[in-house]
């Protein structure tokens, strides 16, 4: 049972990632986590219509904001087609986690 949860969640992580490979956003190229966070803080504000890199970026945490800021704002100018959204909010959906990511960082 427990491998076939670890199995699924990984699953859905390649997803979101592909998702987002879709879109040219390149943030798992960045941050050592889309689970993390932060990662999950800007997949959360994406889905909501969220665009500009700059403001995507203060939702991460702030080390990260320090080191990487740069990269962070190249990996995250991107295209915003409204299928690539959908397939990326599903796998979320399917995981469960994004539903209150803590961005009080």
């Given amino acids: 049972m427990r491998t076939d949860h670890i199995s699924s969640a990984a699953s859905n992580v390649q997803h979101m990632q592909k998702g987002l490979e879709r879109m040219n956003i390149k943030l798992h190229n960045v941050i050592s986590s889309l689970m993390g966070s932060s990662g999950l803080a800007i ?12 403001k995507l ?49």
Avoid: V, Y
Wanted: proline content about 7%; glycine content about 4%.
């Fill in 43 to 54: 997949i959360h504000a994406i889905l909501d219509g969220e665009r500009e890199p700059a």
């Fill in 57 to 105: 970026l203060e939702l991460c945490h702030s080390t990260i904001r320090h080191k990487k800021a740069k990269e962070i704002i190249e990996a995250l100018r991107g295209t915003w087609e409204p299928e690539h959204l959908f397939a990326l909010r599903q796998a979320p959906a399917e995981l469960g986690t994004l539903s209150a990511p803590d961005r009080r960082m």
